[in-house]
């Protein structure tokens, strides 16, 4: 080999786009709607509090359950500064400690294999650990039920793979061990977590370990269930399919559920005859790839010889913590695209309203709301709530007012002459139905989250967007208000009376990223406070705090644009004070994603995902620990993905 693997590999295809003919919303208007009005919105004086009634509580109606001490007035800690140290800094009076790194065994009795900081763990013991590069995550209080805050389960996504970190000799001698071994260290732990004397600890073994990869079969519900385009020659029924990758954010149910969603899965599949399928452009299908190479020794990850198998990613997946024997489900009527995440809230009338963005450039923000309710008691039937429903896609219009279009068969364009036969391939094909819509396509849609104390008020990290207003591409809009829009902002809207079900919003843009004082108005933000760019991770706590996460790509971290804004972060905010604080700052060249409070806010899970991650997205496996040795330090192998936990010294309140 002439030159050393790490530059042979091509970027992976995360941030390219498929979005072909964008439409350009209302570019002459630059109406940058800033919320001036945020806390009256958010305290009821738009009568959101009066759209509460038809017999369910105010917190049945909420989208969790709010501190019974109300909404935070002030945050409490002092701001750490910008950072460029390699390790986890939280302000004074705080401990961060990471536990559950890349590797650690996920705490099956008799099965729990050590790792190996030279990276020989086989794919068969990588099936027994945690996986790579740690995402969403969710706390479930043990028993099931209960609001227990020092024992509880942690489900969590593994986005993706650094086939440089994986292997000894990354993808040399490439092999389908090595493919498997991939397969293993993608998709969902859980692992059962506890607090003794004052110290969180995983739990092994434990009975609720449990690790989903890319290979644990899953099955399929709603109206793709069984589809043509969902059957395949190993699954001629189309009814069942073999596991779940690319899970990047997720959501959570009030009957206990974990919900995993599937971004950039079209990464994997390689359609090498270069017959690309206009449907497989649309979701970045192409005709080779040089980060993953499953396809080259797994013919499932052809879709030349497995057209289908695409068809069977890009879904949300419901998981039971509970039960490690329950088969994980794929639920087809929230649409198929690049899930980032699925917040999921519960109407007035009891109904859920699943909030969801389609991270890629100019692509759209979605809602499923479910046909029937939710119901406190009746766990089995409310497993069933995200069979069936109606889904829709965002259109921000410019005057500040916003629809919700249904994506429904046989309505506004989505039919049989225009290539929908059915509802299932509708959602098949979500993307293709959205743009026949007229939805608006915006800034990279990530993490969105609901406020507690006020229904219908939903938030939406837009990460970025530097092909926004290039030659060909839309141009700013009111709702995506910066051409090259290199800090990203955050989005909020209020629905209709406080009605997840209704079809109309209004919305307002948080704040606009970046720091005040650039040099170039266009990347100039309006924070005040502590700056940070390419917001991600997002929600809530239960005093209505807003928690920020930031995923700056290490193409630009610390320079360019973002020169001097030290490594990713996480910073706090009352909506409605335009005042944001820095509360933690991570190792070199991670992101950081994941936020879990337990239900006393006094513990705070957070992920640091890819540590070490240079500007090549693959580690070069002769120098692992070129760029961070986290958290492991000198004595390591390499850096590794790895929860982290925060408690404050003091015992108290996360923020206060
Ligand atoms: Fe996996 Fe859009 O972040
Ligand atoms: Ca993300
Ligand atoms: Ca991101
Ligand atoms: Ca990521």
């Not at 499923?368 to 219009?397: H, I």
């Not at 807003?546 to 610390?558: E, G, M, P, R």
Request: charged residues 20%; contains cysteine.
């Amino acid at each position: 080999m002439s030159k050393p693997l790490h530059q042979l590999i091509k970027k992976f295809r995360a941030d390219d786009i498929s979005n072909p003919n964008p439409q350009a919303s209302f570019s002459e208007v630059m109406d940058i709607r800033l919320s001036r009005r945020r806390l009256l919105q958010s305290t009821g004086a738009l009568g959101i509090a009066a759209a509460v009634p038809l017999g369910l509580s105010a917190a049945q109606a909420r989208a969790a359950a709010p501190s019974a001490a109300g909404r935070a007035q002030t945050l409490g800690f002092r701001g750490v500064p910008f950072s460029t140290q390699d390790q986890v800094v939280v302000p004074e009076g705080y401990t961060a400690r990471a536990f559950y790194k890349w590797g650690d065994p996920v705490g099956i009795a008799g099965k729990m294999p050590a790792f190996r900081q030279d990276a020989g763990n086989s794919a068969r013991e990588q099936a027994l650990q945690a996986g790579m590069n740690h995402d969403g995550m969710a706390f479930f209080p043990l028993p099931l039920g209960s609001e227990t805050s020092d024992h509880g389960l942690l489900a969590m996504n593994h986005e993706y793979l650094d086939n440089g970190l994986l292997f000894p000799d990354g993808t040399a001698n490439w092999n389908l061990e090595k493919a498997r071994k991939g397969q293993n260290a993608m998709g969902v732990s859980v692992i059962e977590v506890r607090k003794n004397n004052g110290n969180w600890q995983v739990v092994r073994p434990s009975r609720y370990a449990r690790r989903i990869t890319a290979n644990t079969p899953m099955g399929i519900t709603g109206p793709a269930r069984g589809h043509n385009l969902m059957k395949t020659q190993a699954d001629p029924r189309g009814e069942l399919v073999l596991g779940t990758m690319q899970n990047c954010a997720n959501g959570y149910t009030p009957w206990g559920t974990y919900l995993t969603c599937e971004e950039n899965w079209s990464d994997i599949f390689t359609n090498p005859g270069g017959n690309i399928t206009p449907l497989e452009k649309r979701y970045g299908i192409a005709e080779k790839e040089e980060g993953y190479l499953w396809s080259k020794v797994d013919g499932r990850f052809n879709s030349e010889i497995n057209p289908n198998e695409p068809n069977r990613f890009g879904w949300v997946v419901e998981i039971d913590p509970f039960d490690p024997k329950s088969v994980p489900r794929k639920h087809t009527a929230l649409g198929r695209f690049k899930h980032e995440g699925a917040k999921v809230t519960v109407t007035p009338n009891g109904r859920l309203a699943v909030y969801m963005g389609d991270d890629q450039r100019f692509e759209y923000i979605y809602k499923f709301v479910s046909k029937n309710p939710y119901q406190p008691n009746n766990r089995s039937a409310n497993m069933r709530l995200l069979e069936e429903g109606t889904l829709y896609v965002a259109r921000f219009n410019a005057d500040g007012t916003g629809d919700w279009l249904p994506l429904v068969h046989g309505q506004n364009g989505l039919t049989a002459e225009n290539g929908f036969a059915d509802q299932g391939e509708v959602l098949v094909k979500t993307r293709l139905a959205a743009d026949k819509l007229g939805a608006t396509p915006m800034d990279r849609p990530e993490w969105i989250t609901a406020d507690p104390f006020a229904s219908g008020s939903l938030y939406c990290t837009l990460t970025n967007n530097n092909e926004r207003g290039k030659e060909g591409k839309p141009a700013a809009d009111a709702a995506n208000p910066r051409n090259n829009n290199l800090f990203g902002q955050i989005i909020h809207w209020q629905e209709a009376l406080g009605d997840g079900t209704q079809t109309r919003f209004q919305w307002d843009i948080l704040v606009l990223a970046g720091r005040s004082d650039a040099q170039k108005a266009e990347h100039r933000g309006n924070i005040r406070g502590d700056a940070f760019g390419s917001p991600d991770g997002l929600a809530f706590d239960n005093r209505g705090v807003l928690w920020i996460q930031t995923d700056v790509s290490t193409s630009t971290l610390n320079q360019k644009e973002y020169a001097g804004m030290g490594n990713n972060q996480m910073v706090a905010t009352i909506p409605g004070s335009n005042e944001y604080r820095r509360f933690l700052t991570g190792p070199n060249g991670c992101e950081i994603t994941g936020i879990a409070f337990t239900p006393d806010n006094k513990t705070l899970f957070v992920n640091i995902q890819h540590p070490g991650e240079g500007k090549g997205d693959i580690s070069d496996p002769a120098n692992p620990k070129a760029v961070s040795s986290w958290p492991d330090g000198a004595a390591g192998g390499r850096p590794r993905s790895a929860t982290v936990v925060i408690t404050k010294n003091d015992g108290g309140i996360i923020g206060s």
